[in-house]
Structure formats: structure tokens, C-alpha cells
């Protein structure tokens, strides 16, 4: 490496990104430049070629007032353009100095009246029928592609430039052309990307703030202004609005290593802001009238309409086919009776396709459950927890996860990009979803560095010289999420917490009239075998009183009694309160992995002897062997309470099966009765809470407890009945 050439350091693209481009204190040569002060338009700067014009030097003219310099047509003239300055209006005018033609544009600069006279040329004014042209073709375009590769036809059909580009900007200030018009000769730039360097964030707020910015010979002599800073501020001039403006040296290198001498950008915005340019260059210089200026500022603020329509139609019809994909997803959460995002399993593909994943994962405080290509459990549980971390709340994306969470880099070819959703705290509840890696290859105009090297005046840094294809390999990201995919995702956070406290007030009332149906079981059924209780202590104690000894065998009777009365009240409080946690969210199992054919033996072992003394078959299928993470006690109470009805609905002679299957991903049990069936009416009643409460000594909470116990684990208890033809319950819970 030579001593006049070092790599680009982070100080150089410091200066690059704070240049002062907007304080040059100089003009392109091809016009002329005044300041005045206000309001009587004293002259305070000048540019140092108006000697050529007026005659007279910059300093012989500085302290005058403009208007004795001119007649008094030309000084009208000039009063006229001071004062649409002030007003913040832009009219051009014509005038005519020293046997030459000139369009004067004005505009006010910290509180000084910037005029600046721009040569006139008479051949140019023929543009309404080429502007009327281009206009109707905009305006009948309802196609964005077609838009964009017409605009850049008609601006070169109207200024003549040999290349005319569509620049966009990307979230990162990186350019890339994306619609061509250029001569059959050169070489196409569509499809190249630029850095953000080439046009800098100040370079790019100066084009948010100008519709045009035209360099017709980039190889001019900057001319500077006299003095180089006002007088009556001491501030150089802030010529940000200037027409005239000198370039940056930068960036007429830069012009000069690209292989052209002129050109011209127009602005795009979109509700203000920059999106890109269309952007023309010329391999010879040239320079455009003011009236071809204006029709190329017609265009493009057309262009900036039209286009900003055609991409709200674009998203509101793309916003639109996501809507019956948000619609099955709130029915599929609405249906869940576990908490509201495990909904969003009953419709995997709907969950996948509405922001284009490859996988997913609902992370419910410990429990995780995935669909599709996914990270290992223990990677899904630890991005849950960095994302919550990231951002508590709204929708977090990237296409980069492992710059912000490191271990990703370990599972880039599952998740190299995330998107999320959170609902609010206390619990954790995330949605997440996944997208691969994939292999990219930008094609940049040019490596895209700069280099610092040693000149004249000392170290400045120069832009790249070569501007040949240069491909960049991209790995360890995704393709990016498009804000329709981001929209959809913060409407179905939007539509879960909607659902989540609409569960939680009809959960409040269900608490109110659970806590009057608790009072009225406790009162009925505790009242009976409570009064059991004291009849028969009373016994006891009158026959104590009375020194008379109860005979055993009536005394066993009585205490038998009594102890059954106990029996029952401590079943039926333990039912509530198992009940009651089940109501309350805060059911809690003890899960380990336990054989799916292990449950149903030992449920079969449990409940044999009470099968044979009612005379009834019990009877157990082998199914396939698999295993399930699950809490082995709830489950056999589940089946306890599955088995005790079968049985005791049964008639004598009846049989009762106890089966296991497995299906893709789940196991399902059944118990399958020949008892007298449950009527259709009926099957999801007596699921309810103190259903039939007190019928054959029930407390009418059996079945809702293990409706309960079994979604805690994930899974869904229901019946399949016909009256006469008996009935049999199932439940599934994920398979492990």
C-alpha cells in the first residue's frame, strides 16, 4: 500500500456523512448570484464573476442597493421576485442585461434575499406539448412497474439525456436503480445497488427539500462568493434553495470516474419524504432552460402522486387478501379454550402463510408448542425471552437475527430472519415466527469504499474510480419481512388481546356466578352429610347421657355413616378447589415422560375390581407405543372419573373398552361404554360445572375438572354418543 492511499477509516465516512454541502460559498460558473439584505435589497454578497456582467467589481458593488445597478424596468423586476421571496413564492421572471436574457430566481436564505440569474435559451421553449405528453401518460398508468420504467422514458424524451434512472432508497440509505432509459451503447445500470455514502444523509435532506438539482458541466471552476461570508451575520450563506449551488468536490470527482460530465436529479416523496430519484446523466455537458426545469419538476411531483397511489392501492389489496387469513386465526383463538395464542395451532397454515414463515412457535409462559421449520425448543424459549427483552410490546423483525442475539448464528438455516408479537405482561405470551437463510448476491456499481489520499491541500478523501460490476455475497440473513407481513402481524396482536380481555371480563363474570353456584352446592350438598353428622353425634351423645352404651353393631352403623358424610365432604371441597384453580389460570402439573400404554394399564388395574362386582367387562386395547410429557396423577384422575361414570351407567353385562391411539403428533385415549347414551342436547352440558350435581352422588364437577386437567396439558376432552347405542369420551394431548 502506497503512502497516498490508506483504507477508508471511520473518521473519513464521519466527514463524508457531515459535510457542509450546504454552506459551499461558491456557484457553478453558468450563473450569477446576489444577496441582498431586506427590505431594501443592499447588497451584502456577490458572486465574483458578476465583474463580466455589470462591469463593475464585487467590491465596488458590495453596500449598494441593487436597484441603482439597474433601470428602473429591471429594478421593478427585481422588487417584484424580492418580494415572492418573502412570501415564500417562487416565480421566475425575465430579464434582459448587458444585450443578454436571463431567468431571475429568488428565495430568502436567514433572513436575506438570495436572487440568481440563469441564463436564458430561446431554444427551448417549445416543452408544454412534450410535458402535456408526459403527463398523460402518467396519469393513465394504473401498473407501479409500468410507472416507473414510463417515467424515466418520458423525462429523457424530454431533456435529452443520454441515461435516465428510477434510484430507490432502502431503510439503510443504500440506492439501487430499478427502471432504465439510456442510449443502445451504454451499459445497463438497472438491477445495481449504490452505498449510502454516494448520496449522504445531508445530501439526501437537501434533496427531500428541492424537487431539482441540475450540474450542467461538472468540470466548472467553482466560483466563489465575495466576501465568503455575510457581513451582517458573519455566517457563510446557508445556499441550501440555491439553483446555483457549487457541488461538493467529492462528488464532482466522483461524476468525473463515472464517465459523465452533466446531470440532473428529481425528487420522489412520499408524504413528505425521500424515497428516490430519478436520476439523469449525460457523458458531455449539458445544460437545460428553466422552462424544461419546470416540466421536469411537473413530472416528478406527478410522478410522487401517482406513484404514492398506486402504493396505497397496492397495500390496501394486499392488506385485503391477509384479512380472511386474520379472520380464521381470530375464530381459531376464539375456539381455544386453553389461553387465547394457542388458538393459533388449530390453524397452522393460516399462522404460516399470513406473514410468508417457514415456521412458528407460541411461547405461553413455560409451555412452547412449534409448527414447521423451527429452532430447538430450548433456542425458541431463549429468543421468546431476548425478544421480550428487545421490545416489551408491539412487533419486533428482523432479517438479521444474529446480530442481535448471537447464538442464532447456530441455526441460520431455520431462522436467520424473526418476527414477533407480545402480548402485554404478566404472562409471557409470544408468537414468533421464522424465516431461512438465503443466499444473496448484490450487484454494486463499483466496490462500493473511498479512499483518503494525500493532494495539494492535503489528505481529502475521493470516491471510487472503478464503477464495473462488483458482487457481494450475503449469508446469515432472510429475505426482508414486507410491511404488509408486519401490518398483518401487529392486526392479529391487535385481534389477541382484543379476544384476551374479552376472555377475561366473561372469565370475571363466570367468577361471580361461579362463586353463587359454589354457595348454592356448598349449602345443598355439605347441609346433607353435615346434618348426617349431628344427627348421629346427637345420638351418641343422648345415649351417653343416658349411661346407656349403643349396641356395636348399631354403633358401627352410625360411625359408618358418619365417616362417609366426611368422605363426601372432603371429596366435594376437594373438587372445588381443584375447580377453583382451574378457573383462576393457575392450574400447575408436575409433567415427566411417562409411556402412553403405562396410563391406560394402570387406569384398567385401578378400576377392575369395581368393573367386577357391578358385573360389568372391562376391557383395554395395546396401541402403538409412545410417549407423552405429562402429569401421570391428573391424568389417572381424568381417567378415574371417565371410567367411574362409564361404569356407573353401565348395566350389569355391559362392557367397557379402554382404548390408545397415535396420529401425527398426539395420542389419543377413549373409554367407549354399552351404557344408555347421552342425548344430543346434552353432550356439551355435561361438561359444565355442577352439572347433574348430586345425581348418584356426584358433585357435578367431575367432568369439568377433567375437561380442565386435559387442556391444561394441551389437549381436548369431548364425547361421541347416540341414545341406546352407548356413548364413548375421548381426549388427545400432544405426543412428546
Not at 42 to 69: D, F, I, M, W, Y
Not at 406 to 427: E, F, K, M, Q, R
Not at 672 to 689: A, L, N, V
Given at each position: 500500500?502506497?503512502?497516498?492511499?490508506?483504507?477508508?477509516?471511520?473518521?473519513?465516512?464521519?466527514?463524508?456523512?457531515?459535510?457542509?454541502?450546504?454552506?459551499?460559498?461558491?456557484?457553478?460558473?453558468?450563473?450569477?448570484?446576489?444577496?441582498?439584505?431586506?427590505?431594501?435589497?443592499?447588497?451584502?454578497?456577490?458572486?465574483?464573476?458578476?465583474?463580466?456582467?455589470?462591469?463593475?467589481?464585487?467590491?465596488?458593488?458590495?453596500?449598494?442597493?441593487?436597484?441603482?445597478?439597474?433601470?428602473?424596468?429591471?429594478?421593478?423586476?427585481?422588487?417584484?421576485?424580492?418580494?415572492?421571496?418573502?412570501?415564500?413564492?417562487?416565480?421566475?421572471?425575465?430579464?434582459?442585461?448587458?444585450?443578454?436574457?436571463?431567468?431571475?430566481?429568488?428565495?430568502?436564505?436567514?433572513?436575506?434575499?438570495?436572487?440568481?440569474?440563469?441564463?436564458?435559451?430561446?431554444?427551448?421553449?417549445?416543452?408544454?406539448?412534450?410535458?402535456?405528453?408526459?403527463?398523460?401518460?402518467?396519469?393513465?398508468?394504473?401498473?407501479?412497474?409500468?410507472?416507473?420504467?414510463?417515467?424515466?422514458?418520458?423525462?429523457?424524451?424530454?431533456?435529452?439525456?443520454?441515461?435516465?434512472?428510477?434510484?430507490?432508497?432502502?431503510?439503510?440509505?443504500?440506492?439501487?436503480?430499478?427502471?432504465?432509459?439510456?442510449?443502445?451503447?451504454?451499459?445497463?445500470?438497472?438491477?445495481?445497488?449504490?452505498p449510502a455514502t454516494d448520496i449522504p444523509a445531508q445530501a439526501r435532506e437537501l434533496y427531500r427539500s428541492?424537487?431539482?438539482?441540475?450540474?450542467?458541466?461538472?468540470?466548472?471552476?467553482?466560483?466563489?462568493?465575495?466576501?465568503?461570508?455575510?457581513?451582517?451575520?458573519?455566517?457563510?450563506?446557508?445556499?441550501?434553495?440555491?439553483?446555483?449551488?457549487?457541488?461538493?468536490?467529492?462528488?464532482?470527482?466522483?461524476?468525473?470516474?463515472?464517465?459523465?460530465?452533466?446531470?440532473?436529479?428529481?425528487s420522489l416523496l412520499d408524504r413528505g419524504e425521500l424515497w428516490g430519484l430519478i436520476s439523469c446523466v449525460?457523458?458531455?455537458?449539458?445544460?437545460?432552460?428553466?422552462?424544461?426545469?419546470?416540466?421536469?419538476?411537473?413530472?416528478?411531483?406527478?410522478?410522487?402522486?401517482?406513484?404514492?397511489?398506486?402504493?396505497?392501492?397496492?397495500?390496501?389489496?394486499?392488506?385485503?387478501?391477509?384479512?380472511?387469513?386474520?379472520?380464521?386465526?381470530?375464530?381459531?383463538?376464539?375456539a381455544s379454550r386453553r389461553d387465547v395464542p394457542m388458538g393459533l395451532l388449530r390453524e397452522p397454515q393460516?399462522?404460516?402463510?399470513?406473514?410468508?414463515?417457514?415456521?412458528?412457535?407460541?411461547?405461553?409462559?413455560?409451555?412452547?408448542?412449534?409448527?414447521?421449520?423451527?429452532?430447538?425448543?430450548?433456542?425458541?424459549?431463549?429468543?421468546?425471552?431476548?425478544?421480550?427483552?428487545?421490545?416489551?410490546?408491539?412487533?419486533?423483525?428482523?432479517?438479521?437475527?444474529?446480530?442481535?442475539?448471537?447464538?442464532?448464528?447456530?441455526?441460520?438455516?431455520?431462522?436467520?430472519?424473526?418476527?414477533?408479537?407480545?402480548?402485554?405482561?404478566?404472562?409471557?405470551?409470544?408468537?414468533?415466527?421464522?424465516?431461512?437463510?438465503?443466499?444473496?448476491?448484490?450487484?454494486?456499481?463499483?466496490?462500493?469504499?473511498?479512499?483518503?489520499?494525500?493532494?495539494?491541500?492535503?489528505?481529502?478523501?475521493?470516491?471510487?474510480?472503478?464503477?464495473?460490476?462488483?458482487?457481494?455475497?450475503?449469508?446469515?440473513?432472510?429475505?426482508?419481512?414486507?410491511?404488509?407481513?408486519?401490518?398483518?402481524?401487529?392486526?392479529?396482536?391487535?385481534?389477541?388481546?382484543?379476544?384476551?380481555?374479552?376472555?377475561?371480563?366473561?372469565?370475571?363474570?363466570?367468577?361471580?356466578?361461579?362463586?353463587?353456584?359454589?354457595?348454592?352446592?356448598?349449602?345443598?350438598?355439605?347441609?346433607?352429610?353435615?346434618?348426617?353428622?349431628?344427627?348421629?353425634?346427637?345420638?351418641?351423645?343422648?345415649?351417653?347421657?343416658?349411661?346407656?352404651?349403643?349396641?356395636?353393631?348399631?354403633?358401627?352403623?352410625?360411625?359408618?355413616?358418619?365417616?362417609?358424610?366426611?368422605?363426601?365432604?372432603?371429596?366435594?371441597?376437594?373438587?372445588?378447589?381443584?375447580?377453583?384453580?382451574?378457573?383462576?389460570?393457575?392450574?400447575?402439573?408436575?409433567?415427566?415422560?411417562?409411556?402412553?400404554?403405562?396410563?391406560?394399564?394402570?387406569?384398567?388395574?385401578?378400576?377392575?375390581?369395581?368393573?367386577?362386582?357391578?358385573?360389568?367387562?372391562?376391557?383395554?386395547?395395546?396401541?402403538?407405543?409412545?410417549?407423552?410429557?405429562?402429569?401421570?396423577?391428573?391424568?389417572?384422575?381424568?381417567?378415574?372419573?371417565?371410567?367411574?361414570?362409564?361404569?356407573?351407567?353401565?348395566?350389569?353385562?355391559?362392557?367397557?373398552?379402554?382404548?390408545?391411539?397415535?396420529?401425527?403428533?398426539?395420542?389419543?385415549?377413549?373409554?367407549?361404554?354399552?351404557?344408555?347414551?347421552?342425548?344430543?342436547?346434552?353432550?356439551?352440558?355435561?361438561?359444565?360445572?355442577?352439572?347433574?350435581?348430586?345425581?348418584?352422588?356426584?358433585?357435578?364437577?367431575?367432568?369439568?375438572?377433567?375437561?380442565?386437567?386435559?387442556?391444561?396439558?394441551?389437549?381436548?376432552?369431548?364425547?361421541?354418543?347416540?341414545?341406546?347405542?352407548?356413548?364413548?369420551?375421548?381426549?388427545?394431548?400432544?405426543?412428546?
Amino acid at each position: 500500500m502506497s503512502s497516498e492511499q490508506q483504507p477508508i477509516t471511520d473518521e473519513d465516512l464521519a466527514y463524508c456523512s457531515q459535510e457542509p454541502i450546504h454552506i459551499p460559498g461558491a456557484i457553478q460558473s453558468y450563473g450569477y448570484l446576489f444577496v441582498c439584505s431586506k427590505p431594501k435589497l443592499k447588497l451584502l454578497q456577490v458572486s465574483a464573476n458578476v465583474e463580466a456582467l455589470l462591469g463593475r467589481s464585487p467590491e465596488a458593488l458590495l453596500g449598494q442597493t441593487l436597484a441603482v445597478q439597474l433601470d428602473d424596468e429591471l429594478a421593478r423586476q427585481v422588487w417584484e421576485a424580492a418580494q415572492d421571496a418573502r412570501l415564500g413564492e417562487v416565480e421566475l421572471k425575465r430579464l434582459h442585461i448587458a444585450g443578454r436574457t436571463f431567468d431571475l430566481a429568488a428565495h430568502e436564505s436567514e433572513d436575506a434575499i438570495v436572487l440568481e440569474l440563469l441564463p436564458f435559451d430561446e431554444g427551448a421553449q417549445q416543452v408544454e406539448a412534450g410535458l402535456l405528453r408526459a403527463v398523460r401518460a402518467l396519469q393513465s398508468i394504473t401498473d407501479i412497474e409500468a410507472l416507473r420504467r414510463t417515467v424515466v422514458q418520458v423525462v429523457r424524451e424530454l431533456t435529452g439525456f443520454d441515461r435516465v434512472m428510477l434510484y430507490r432508497f432502502d431503510e439503510a440509505g443504500h440506492g439501487e436503480v430499478i427502471a432504465e432509459d439510456k442510449l443502445e451503447r451504454l451499459p445497463p445500470y438497472l438491477g445495481l445497488r449504490y452505498p449510502a455514502t454516494d448520496i449522504p444523509a445531508q445530501a439526501r435532506e437537501l434533496y427531500r427539500s428541492n424537487w431539482l438539482r441540475l450540474i450542467p458541466d461538472a468540470a466548472y471552476e467553482p466560483v466563489p462568493l465575495v466576501p465568503e461570508r455575510r457581513p451582517d451575520t458573519g455566517k457563510a450563506l446557508d445556499m441550501s434553495h440555491a439553483v446555483l449551488r457549487s457541488v461538493s468536490p467529492i462528488h464532482r470527482e466522483y461524476m468525473a470516474n463515472a464517465g459523465f460530465a452533466a446531470s440532473m436529479s428529481i425528487s420522489l416523496l412520499d408524504r413528505g419524504e425521500l424515497w428516490g430519484l430519478i436520476s439523469c446523466v449525460h457523458c458531455t455537458p449539458r445544460r437545460l432552460s428553466q422552462p424544461v426545469l419546470r416540466a421536469c419538476e411537473s413530472i416528478g411531483r406527478l410522478m410522487s402522486l401517482q406513484h404514492g397511489a398506486l402504493q396505497e392501492f397496492q397495500k390496501r389489496t394486499q392488506r385485503e387478501a391477509k384479512q380472511s387469513l386474520l379472520q380464521r386465526l381470530a375464530v381459531a383463538m376464539r375456539a381455544s379454550r386453553r389461553d387465547v395464542p394457542m388458538g393459533l395451532l388449530r390453524e397452522p397454515q393460516a399462522l404460516l402463510e399470513l406473514v410468508g414463515a417457514a415456521g412458528a412457535a407460541i411461547a405461553v409462559d413455560e409451555e412452547i408448542q412449534s409448527i414447521g421449520r423451527c429452532p430447538p425448543v430450548v433456542e425458541i424459549d431463549a429468543l421468546a425471552k431476548h425478544v421480550l427483552q428487545l421490545q416489551q410490546r408491539g412487533v419486533f423483525h428482523t432479517d438479521h437475527l444474529q446480530e442481535l442475539h448471537p447464538p442464532a448464528a447456530h441455526y441460520t438455516d431455520v431462522a436467520a430472519g424473526v418476527l414477533a408479537i407480545a402480548a402485554p405482561p404478566p404472562v409471557r405470551r409470544v408468537v414468533l415466527w421464522f424465516l431461512p437463510e438465503q443466499m444473496q448476491t448484490v450487484n454494486w456499481a463499483g466496490k462500493p469504499v473511498k479512499r483518503v489520499e494525500q493532494g495539494p491541500e492535503g489528505p481529502r478523501l475521493h470516491p471510487r474510480r472503478s464503477f464495473e460490476l462488483w458482487q457481494d455475497f450475503v449469508s446469515g440473513r432472510s429475505r426482508a419481512w414486507t410491511p404488509t407481513e408486519l401490518w398483518a402481524a401487529a392486526e392479529l396482536r391487535r385481534s389477541l388481546i382484543e379476544l384476551d380481555l374479552e376472555r377475561r371480563v366473561v372469565r370475571e363474570r363466570e367468577a361471580v356466578r361461579a362463586r353463587e353456584e359454589l354457595l348454592g352446592v356448598v349449602s345443598h350438598d355439605l347441609r346433607t352429610p353435615l346434618s348426617v353428622i349431628r344427627v348421629h353425634t346427637g345420638l351418641i351423645r343422648r345415649d351417653l347421657d343416658k349411661q346407656q352404651a349403643l349396641e356395636p353393631e348399631r354403633l358401627a352403623q352410625v360411625l359408618g355413616r358418619m365417616e362417609r358424610a366426611g368422605e363426601r365432604m372432603q371429596a366435594l371441597i376437594e373438587d372445588l378447589l381443584v375447580a377453583h384453580r382451574i378457573d383462576a389460570g393457575g392450574f400447575e402439573l408436575e409433567k415427566s415422560l411417562v409411556a402412553a400404554q403405562a396410563l391406560v394399564d394402570e387406569a384398567f388395574h385401578a378400576m377392575a375390581p369395581v368393573a367386577e362386582k357391578k358385573g360389568v367387562r372391562l376391557e383395554r386395547s395395546a396401541g402403538e407405543a409412545a410417549m407423552v410429557l405429562a402429569d401421570a396423577g391428573r391424568l389417572a384422575q381424568v381417567f378415574s372419573n371417565l371410567l367411574s361414570n362409564a361404569l356407573r351407567f353401565t348395566p350389569e353385562g355391559g362392557v367397557v373398552r379402554l382404548g390408545v391411539n397415535t396420529t401425527p403428533g398426539r395420542v389419543e385415549f377413549t373409554v367407549e361404554d354399552t351404557g344408555p347414551g347421552i342425548p344430543t342436547e346434552q353432550q356439551e352440558k355435561i361438561f359444565q360445572r355442577y352439572h347433574a350435581a348430586g345425581a348418584k352422588g356426584g358433585t357435578g364437577l367431575g367432568l369439568y375438572i377433567a375437561r380442565g386437567l386435559v387442556e391444561a396439558h394441551g389437549g381436548r376432552l369431548g364425547v361421541r354418543s347416540r341414545p341406546g347405542e352407548g356413548s364413548c369420551f375421548y381426549f388427545d394431548i400432544p405426543r412428546a
